[in-house]
Nanobody, 115 residues
Framework: QVQLVESGGGLVQAGGSLRLSCAAS????????MSWHRQAPGKQRELVAD???????NYADSVKGRFTISRDSDKNTVYLQMNGLKLEDTAVYYC?????????WGQGTQVTVSS
């Protein structure tokens, strides 16, 4: 049974930092691409960052230079370090695993940036 459990969300002031974690189980983590997505109220879900099984990364233009995605195959966990948070980063953040057969989603964690 595949599980993706996000944690680390919360309320933070603009300019602050948060680190999201996504603990994965039930599939071969080391062979799977992982990604973070977010969905703000009234908007479509969008890709924030992804990381391949080999560690290659890709970022949305809106977060380049502020967010860093990483993975730890010993812990089956993917992280999203978010620095310099802005009001527009407020959203529910979702972890996704891309396996050879399916994409799996976590339940999401709320990030709220206040002024």
């Amino acid at each position: 049974q595949v599980q993706l459990v996000e944690s680390g969300g919360g309320l933070v002031q603009a300019g602050g930092s948060l680190r999201l974690s996504c603990a994965a189980s039930g599939f071969t983590f080391s062979r799977s691409a992982m990604s973070w997505h977010r969905q703000a109220p009234g908007k479509q879900r969008e890709l924030v960052a992804d990381i391949s099984s080999r560690g290659y990364t890709n970022y949305a233009d809106s977060v380049k230079g502020r967010f860093t995605i990483s993975r730890d195959s010993d812990k089956n966990t993917v992280y999203l370090q978010m620095n310099g948070l802005k009001l527009e980063d407020t959203a529910v953040y979702y972890c996704r695993a891309t396996t050879t057969l399916y994409n799996y989603w976590g339940q999401g964690t709320q990030v709220t940036v206040s002024s």
